[in-house]
């Protein structure tokens, strides 16, 4: 295959949907000589930030001298940025070479009565496939969905697992309550690991507890218990926080990411860090490098547009905390799109009284489903609302909505990272491959 077709090929596995369980992937590594076995992991799973908190392990990692591997989904502008090697995409030839390594693998399989592995199955295998290739050490891999039965839960030299937090998502797949989410999440609790955890809730801990002492962990951390953190000051492009554990003071440290919660998320970030073993330098100059676009990212000026990746009630409440605390004195359009498997009418109850006009539009999903029902429930909150499934031309409408409210105008971008990272595209100039 060539690279195209090679495209063509893992966008075609979408039709495949969710299909959980570990048996495929293991026996696809198995007949690969099992790659997945030569890295260590620091493995990052939660509802919302862990790739965020990836992000900027992966910098941390990068500034104390590794070429650490890095797997997160989905991508913005570029399937290779799901597989990078010290910051670095993994080049065309590269996806070319693995992906013709691992299909006859799963042609056989499929020969002899094994399922069709999904698309994050396959992600997932080549990017163990090629980070062993390149002789990677060190892997920061983000879980997919959940975690007992996540694609990317099938490795074993696990160093630190990041659980960043529990909230309802993907109730068909994985519980309809907290508790039943939680324990599914906490499968990437590994023997003989550290374990991290934003979690504030304390019935959530005591389970995360149980779930660690089973697991054999060598030990437990918990936000606000075994370590904190303290706002300090805020700049329009970057933020300034304390770090606190029983054994260390970090004072001043530098983080460009938008939102009082990325601190927490950096907080959890460098507990992991450091049970790594990574020093103060490498933790300070990697906080200072993180870079996660389409996460309250602003850019524009003109009118002033935010992005961010807001896919679901608890992203979209953070995002809402965040345009009280900065925006209240701006007029807000808003252009949205959302999956029909995330629970839209909970996201628009937080986002729509705080929006002027609404542009609602169609994700670039099979799973975009009645993308237009967003509209009706934006109705009790807003009497102006356009539907543009086009997303160039929602694009196009929504700014000049905003601009036509001058500088009290603000264009806010928000939805499933299919949607947003269209739109940024479309916005930055940036050709998606």
Same mark, same amino acid.
């Given at each position: 295959?060539?690279?195209?077709?090679?495209?063509?090929?893992?966008?075609?596995?979408?039709?495949?949907?969710?299909?959980?369980?570990?048996d495929?992937?293991?026996?696809?590594?198995?007949?690969?000589?099992?790659?997945?076995?030569?890295?260590?992991? /620091?493995? $990052? =799973?939660?509802?919302?930030?862990?790739?965020?908190?990836?992000?900027?392990?992966? &910098?941390? +990692?990068?500034? #104390?001298?590794?070429?650490?591997?890095?797997?997160?989904?989905?991508?913005?502008?570029?399937?290779?940025?799901?597989?990078?090697i010290?910051?670095?995409?993994?080049?065309?030839?590269?996806?070319?070479?693995?992906?013709?390594?691992?299909?006859?693998?799963?042609d056989?399989? /499929?020969? $002899? =009565?094994?399922?069709?592995?999904?698309?994050?199955?396959?992600?997932?295998?080549? &990017?163990? +496939?090629?980070? #062993?290739?390149?002789?990677?050490?060190?892997?920061?891999?983000?879980?997919?969905?959940?975690?007992?039965?996540?694609?990317?839960?099938?490795?074993?030299?696990?160093?630190v697992?990041?659980?960043?937090?529990?909230?309802?998502?993907?109730?068909?797949?994985?519980?309809?309550?907290?508790?039943?989410?939680?324990?599914?999440?906490?499968?990437?609790?590994?023997?003989?690991?550290?374990?991290?955890s934003?979690?504030?809730?304390?019935?959530?801990?005591?389970?995360l507890?149980?779930?660690?002492?089973?697991?054999?962990?060598?030990?437990?951390?918990?936000?606000?218990?075994?370590?904190?953190?303290?706002?300090?000051?805020?700049?329009?492009?970057?933020?300034?926080?304390?770090?606190?554990?029983?054994?260390?003071?970090?004072?001043?440290?530098?983080?460009?990411?938008?939102?009082?919660?990325?601190l927490?998320?950096?907080?959890?970030?460098?507990?992991?860090?450091?049970?790594?073993?990574?020093?103060?330098?490498?933790?300070?100059?990697?906080?200072?490098?993180?870079?996660?676009?389409?996460?309250?990212?602003?850019?524009?000026?003109?009118p002033?547009?935010l992005?961010?990746?807001?896919?679901?009630?608890?992203?979209?409440?953070?995002?809402?905390?965040?345009?009280?605390d900065?925006?209240?004195?701006?007029?807000?359009?808003?252009?949205?799109?959302?999956?029909?498997?995330?629970?839209?009418?909970?996201?628009?109850?937080?986002?729509?009284?705080?929006v002027?006009?609404?542009?609602v539009?169609?994700?670039?999903?099979?799973?975009?489903?009645?993308?237009?029902?967003?509209?009706?429930?934006?109705?009790?909150?807003?009497?102006?609302?356009?539907?543009?499934?086009?997303?160039?031309?929602?694009?196009?409408l929504?700014?000049?909505?905003?601009?036509?409210?001058?500088?009290?105008?603000?264009?806010?971008?928000?939805?499933?990272?299919?949607?947003?990272?269209?739109?940024?595209?479309?916005?930055?100039?940036?050709?998606?491959?």
């Amino acid at each position: 295959m060539e690279y195209h077709e090679s495209l063509a090929y893992l966008r075609e596995l979408t039709k495949f949907g969710f299909n959980f369980g570990l048996d495929r992937v293991k026996e696809l590594l198995r007949r690969l000589g099992n790659p997945e076995k030569t890295m260590t992991y /620091i493995h $990052v =799973g939660g509802t919302n930030g862990k790739g965020s908190i990836t992000a900027m392990l992966n &910098a941390m +990692l990068i500034a #104390a001298g590794e070429k650490p591997g890095m797997f997160t989904s989905p991508h913005l502008h570029s399937y290779r940025e799901r597989f990078q090697i010290g910051g670095e995409m993994i080049s065309h030839e590269d996806v070319v070479a693995i992906l013709n390594e691992i299909k006859p693998h799963i042609d056989a399989m /499929i020969a $002899v =009565g094994f399922e069709q592995p999904t698309e994050f199955e396959v992600n997932t295998v080549m &990017a163990f +496939l090629y980070f #062993a290739k390149k002789g990677v050490q060190t892997v920061v891999l983000e879980v997919g969905m959940g975690g007992e039965i996540d694609a990317t839960n099938v490795i074993e030299k696990v160093k630190v697992a990041v659980l960043v937090n529990v909230a309802l998502e993907h109730t068909e797949y994985l519980g309809d309550t907290k508790e039943k989410i939680c324990l599914t999440k906490a499968g990437i609790i590994k023997k003989d690991c550290h374990f991290v955890s934003g979690c504030l809730e304390p019935e959530l801990q005591e389970l995360l507890k149980s779930c660690a002492a089973k697991a054999e962990v060598l030990d437990v951390s918990f936000l606000q218990q075994d370590f904190d953190f303290a706002f300090e000051a805020e700049s329009a492009d970057l933020q300034t926080f304390t770090y606190r554990d029983r054994e260390v003071v970090y004072d001043h440290l530098e983080l460009p990411l938008r939102g009082r919660h990325q601190l927490g998320n950096a907080a959890v970030a460098l507990r992991a860090a450091r049970l790594f073993g990574l020093g103060e330098a490498a933790i300070r100059e990697g906080l200072l490098k993180t870079s996660w676009p389409c996460r309250l990212e602003k850019v524009a000026d003109n009118p002033l547009t935010l992005i961010d990746g807001a896919h679901n009630d608890h992203g979209m409440a953070v995002l809402t905390s965040y345009l009280k605390d900065h925006y209240a004195d701006k007029s807000i359009v808003v252009l949205i799109g959302m999956l029909a498997d995330k629970e839209r009418e909970k996201a628009v109850a937080l986002l729509g009284p705080l929006v002027k006009k609404v542009v609602v539009t169609k994700p670039n999903s099979p799973r975009a489903g009645d993308f237009q029902l967003i509209a009706d429930f934006f109705k009790p909150y807003c009497s102006e609302i356009y539907l543009e499934a086009d997303i160039p031309r929602a694009c196009g409408l929504a700014q000049n909505l905003a601009k036509d409210l001058g500088s009290d105008g603000l264009l806010l971008i928000t939805g499933s990272l299919y949607m947003v990272a269209d739109a940024r595209g479309y916005l930055l100039g940036i050709e998606s491959e």
